[in-house]
């Protein structure tokens, strides 16, 4: 065994493990100060199978259709999800305004060591979706709850940002690892096309 230390180059300050084979560290607001590698935000819409609409308005009662975000060719992390479901006459027990689906839509993460992993399955009702997003944002009251109204043209519309770290605790969200088959989307497994609008946007950074 070599026995090493590392000591820091502005004091004599050295590094210490702990009993428990753990090392103190400190997180900082921001990037280190000498990084040279470059972050940028991004914003896209899930789309169909990755390249197609990216409206959810689609028949997936006996075709399952999926609509998701896919790898590139750099390292990107989604952090936040925000969908919307405009239909007039909505209220939180219907999907839009249809009645409550019978298979729902499938939020899911594939990644090619993972494969398919099923994150949250059964999304039927508008409730449903404002419960994925963990009630957030938090807006009107009785009736309107999480509604906007006149949205749009018309038709209200529920609307909720999943924030991974806020819901399941990922400090920088689920990665999409560059040049692979990575990626994050819903499976439509009823025929949602009968709704007036349905989109869902991620949010996130690439390195």
């Given amino acids: 065994m070599i026995k090493t230390k590392i000591v820091g180059t502005r004091n004599s300050n050295e590094l210490r493990v702990n009993g428990d084979g753990s090392i103190d560290v400190f997180i900082i607001p921001q990037p280190p100060a000498d990084a040279e590698q470059l972050t940028l935000p991004i914003a896209e819409y899930m789309k169909l199978n990755g390249t197609g609409t990216t409206s959810f308005l689609i028949d997936g009662s006996v075709t399952n259709q999926d609509f998701y975000v896919a790898a590139k060719d750099y390292d990107v992390y989604i952090n936040t999800i925000v969908f919307e479901i405009a239909d007039a006459g909505a209220t939180l027990t219907k999907f839009g305004n249809l009645a409550a689906l019978t298979n729902g839509l499938d939020f899911y993460y594939f990644n090619q060591t993972q494969a398919r992993y099923v994150i949250e399955s059964g999304l039927k009702s508008n409730y449903d979706f404002i419960k994925l997003a963990n009630f957030e944002p938090s807006f009107g009251t009785a009736a309107n709850a999480f509604q906007l109204t006149n949205a749009i043209s018309s038709a209200e519309a529920y609307v909720g940002t999943i924030d991974l770290e806020d819901v399941f605790g990922l400090q920088w969200g689920l990665k999409l690892r560059a040049n ?28």
């Fill in 180 to 207: 692979s088959t990575d990626r994050i989307g819903f499976t439509v497994k009823d025929n949602i096309s009968a709704i007036d609008a349905m989109t869902i946007k991620v949010y996130g950074i690439r390195v």
